[in-house]
């Protein structure tokens, strides 16, 4: 069978094949906790409910517009104008199912085979694998912990050539909940005006943050006409599962992009569209509450982690991810790396978590380890995963039971 190339060069978000495995050994009875997959445990408010449960008993379950029903848009741009101080048009907003099409959408409409695109690492996966879907050259720009995993703006600079098409850039980020500073955020634009460059402005988490605001790239002077923001409810509303999320964008690509959408997925889901606007346009009550409870978890996660013999973690500015530097730990107990670790801690201590291999590929001589945890989940599962990885490391036979298993499979591929 003869496939195209250009599926080879497609990746993948491992934190889903880490969750099919989570499902398999919990369908042997083995019992996980779940600290790998990136959703908030809690449930999806009420009255966005409701307003699902009224737009299918209305019959709203036909075709909408490709670029999303017009009231939803409205509402989308009135919150991000709000929120991000620019003036926003209706149609400058198209609605997608999820995330992940605005970055795949922005991508093939921006950037041309042989371009260049700077993108964080480590980051979400999704960006190195769909610069590489279409043909361009993925140039990794890594954020650097001494920085509180911000950019350092002379290593950007240093990346940037006259094939540079496009930057990436998240913040509040995963995995590593780090918030790029105003300042910096400036620099970067500037760079970006200088040299003539689109940028992808990743803000699904903008609502999650501990201190201050989210800043907005697009704030500065002529950033607006060259910013793509991304934006949707998974995140904040509990709602990974109604697949909707928008993007921000100038007029002109916003029906391009528009018209990738008819191409592909037709629409967005109808109901959930108006799930989505009783979302932004509702009470925002249970905003304010999950994300205080992000941080009585983010708090209780960082002291957990950072009493392990051989792990560090800063205290994340956003978003709901932990990221402890675990360089120390995988020399002390023999791990070549942290996707052993992450392996270890899934089958002898029954956490799940991902290293810092599911987030991009390692640059040489990165010499430092890491993993991320999802600190979404009760305290209770927190408390009991933090014991269960402090015991595991400290039992030398499940160390050594671990080892001889790895042993093993490489007989057997040999």
């Not at 371009?115 to 279409?134: H, Q």
């Not at 690509?253 to 592909?264: D, E």
């Not at 269960?388 to 057997?412: N, S, T, Y």
């Amino acid at each position: 069978m003869k496939l195209a190339s250009r599926i080879t060069r497609l990746g993948t978000e491992t934190a889903f094949e880490v969750l099919a495995e989570v499902n398999e050994l919990r369908s042997r009875g083995k019992d996980i906790i779940a600290l790998s997959i990136g959703e908030p445990a809690c449930a999806t408010a009420p009255h966005i409910k409701q307003a699902a449960k009224d737009a299918l008993d209305r019959d709203l379950t036909h075709y909408s517009p490709s670029g999303g029903i017009a009231e939803l848009r409205s509402a989308a741009a009135v919150y991000v104008s709000r929120s991000r101080g620019i003036p926003v048009d209706p149609a400058e907003v198209v609605v997608v199912p999820g995330g992940k099409p605005i970055i795949f959408f922005s991508i093939l409409a921006c950037v041309e085979e042989g371009d260049e695109v700077v993108y964080p690492l480590p980051g979400y996966p999704i960006y190195e694998s769909m610069i590489n879907f279409v043909g361009a050259t993925p140039v990794p720009l890594r954020l650097r912990e001494e920085k509180r995993f911000s950019f350092d703006i002379g290593e950007l600079r240093s990346k940037i050539t006259d094939r540079t098409r496009m930057i990436i850039v998240n913040s509040p980020h995963n995995p590593t909940g780090g918030v790029i500073p105003k300042n910096d955020l400036h620099e970067i634009a500037e760079l970006a005006l200088e040299h003539d460059i689109w940028v992808l402005s990743d803000e699904i988490y903008s609502r999650i943050i501990y201190e201050g605001k989210a800043e907005s790239i697009s704030q500065f002077p002529g950033m607006k006409e060259r910013t793509i923001i991304l934006d949707g409810h998974s995140k904040t509303y509990a709602m990974t599962g109604w697949r909707v999320g928008y993007g921000v964008m100038p007029r002109e690509l916003a029906a391009h992009v528009t018209r990738l959408m008819t191409n592909s997925n037709s629409c967005t889901a109808t109901f959930t569209q108006y799930a989505a606007l009783a979302a932004l346009e509702g009470p925002q009550d249970s905003v304010d509450t999950i994300v205080e409870e992000f941080r009585k978890n983010r708090d209780l996660i960082v002291r957990g982690l950072n009493a392990i013999e051989g792990f560090h973690c800063h205290t994340p500015a956003g978003a709901f991810y932990a990221y402890p530097n675990v360089t120390e730990a995988c020399r002390k107990h023999g791990f070549r790396d942290s996707r052993q670790l992450q392996q270890f801690l899934l089958h002898h201590a029954g956490v799940a978590v991902l290293g810092q291999q599911c987030f991009g590929t390692r640059l040489p001589g990165d010499d430092q380890e890491y993993i991320r945890l999802s600190y979404v989940s009760s305290v209770s599962d927190l408390q009991e995963a933090l014991r269960r990885i402090r015991e595991a490391l400290a039992d030398a036979q499940r160390l050594k039971a671990f080892f001889k298993e790895q042993e093993d499979r490489d007989l057997v591929r040999q």
